[in-house]
């Protein structure tokens, strides 16, 4: 989608879709864009806003296999850590947020996933040793780490483009 607009000749309630390979009539249009709502519906702008995390993959040197199940690790109020569990004994975790929440430019109305948030690189290294019992010699380490932007919310808003 390159543009979305009414079109010239006011069709209905009709919305003209604009794409690469042609435009489109359409009653409704769904913005799934995530954090990059904004880019597309600039009424969203300062409402919704992208907000970069980060996580990594662990692989122990024995692997075991959990379940085919994602865990939230809850410290307090406001951080947390997940952990989703893969069939290769892998384990993806992500989280770090007490070491790079108060360096709001690196992560708050931020989408560039082309660098690590570097003050939050060393959280999970030891990750699986210092927070579950029974890890002290699994030689878990980590394998990838890498950040990605998703959908931080300002305030509840409401929005009728019909």
């Given at each position: 989608?390159?543009?979305?607009?009414?079109?010239?000749?006011?069709?209905?309630?009709?919305?003209?879709?604009?794409?690469?390979?042609?435009?489109?009539?359409?009653?409704?249009?769904?913005?799934?864009?995530?954090?990059?709502?904004?880019?597309?519906?600039?009424?969203?702008?300062?409402?919704?806003?992208?907000?970069?995390?980060?996580?990594?993959?662990?692989?122990?040197?024995?692997?075991?296999?959990?379940?085919?199940?994602?865990?939230?690790?809850?410290?307090?109020?406001?951080?947390?850590?997940?952990?989703?569990s893969r069939k290769d004994g892998s384990i993806i975790v992500g989280g770090a947020k007490r070491d790079?929440?108060?360096?709001?430019?690196?992560?708050?109305?931020?989408?560039?996933?082309?660098?690590?948030?570097?003050?939050?690189?060393?959280?999970?290294?030891?990750?699986?040793?210092?927070?579950?019992?029974?890890?002290?010699?699994?030689?878990a380490s980590v394998d990838k780490i890498w950040t990605g932007s998703k959908l931080n919310t300002l305030?509840?808003?409401?929005?009728?483009?019909?």
């Amino acid at each position: 989608m390159t543009a979305v607009s009414k079109p010239s000749e006011h069709v209905g309630r009709k919305w003209l879709v604009s794409t690469p390979r042609g435009d489109i009539l359409t009653n409704t249009v769904i913005h799934a864009s995530n954090g990059y709502a904004s880019a597309l519906v600039p009424e969203l702008r300062g409402k919704v806003v992208p907000a970069r995390g980060i996580c990594c993959r662990i692989v122990p040197k024995t692997p075991t296999v959990w379940s085919d199940r994602s865990y939230m690790l809850r410290h307090n109020d406001w951080e947390y850590d997940y952990l989703i569990s893969r069939k290769d004994g892998s384990i993806i975790v992500g989280g770090a947020k007490r070491d790079f929440y108060k360096d709001l430019y690196t992560w708050f109305d931020n989408s560039d996933d082309s660098t690590l948030i570097e003050s939050a690189k060393g959280y999970f290294d030891g990750y699986m040793q210092r927070t579950f019992r029974g890890w002290d010699d699994s030689l878990a380490s980590v394998d990838k780490i890498w950040t990605g932007s998703k959908l931080n919310t300002l305030q509840t808003f409401s929005f009728d483009i019909l």
